[in-house]
């Protein structure tokens, strides 16, 4: 078989991102070999040792399958979700081990490792491994890394159409264990009218802060200083 079949195979059955094993196993040929010809391949792009890609793949495929299990979220996931306009260069996947940044299709691909109570509610689509919207907004507040004003105008776009249940959302919070997270989440959930009465006997009693919000005050209710 040639090696351009091989790799028609691996597309055929939706592999898109694959390892030199892979190759190896269906060639019948020891690793060292497929790593060869995969060398010499126009159509196969290598992520790093033993691991490649093929042209069609998307990033967040690749992203996704880089470390296993692991998933897409934080800005990289309010964009699958066509939640913010901005265009994004840098794809935060969550894993439960740690993996140096990557460079893919002039994009970063960088790691967060989290413990296995926070791994939970991410969904495959297309083979790409991407947080529910709902475990979006928790992974959001739980790792900061996402400006509150951006998170609040994406949580408006998401309730107007309908994309999340925030119900949901807020079993979700509860499940992580984090009182922090829970005003966090009371706090923005009210900020764009919806009743977040399920966070209350969950929430932080004393005063935390939220900065970029676009004004400044203080919450008594979900304890909350923001600016």
Sequence with gaps: MKFDSILDVLLKSNKRVFTTYDVAKLMGKPPAYASLMLSKSKRATRIERGKYFLEDASTYEIASNIVFPSYVSLLAGLQYYE?????????????LK??????????????IKTGKKMFFGYLNKANAHVASPEKLFVDCLYFGRVQFSILKEALETAESEHILDTGVLQK???????????SKLGFLLESVGVDAKMLLPHRYLNYISIHNTGSEGKDKKWRIRYD
């Design 83 to 95: 939640l913010i306009d901005q265009n994004i260069v840098r794809y935060s996947v969550i894993a």
């Design 172 to 182: 979700y919070a509860i499940a992580t264990g984090s009182k922090v997270l829970a």
């Design 98 to 111: 740690r993996h140096r940044t990557v460079e893919i299709k002039g994009n970063t691909v960088e790691f």
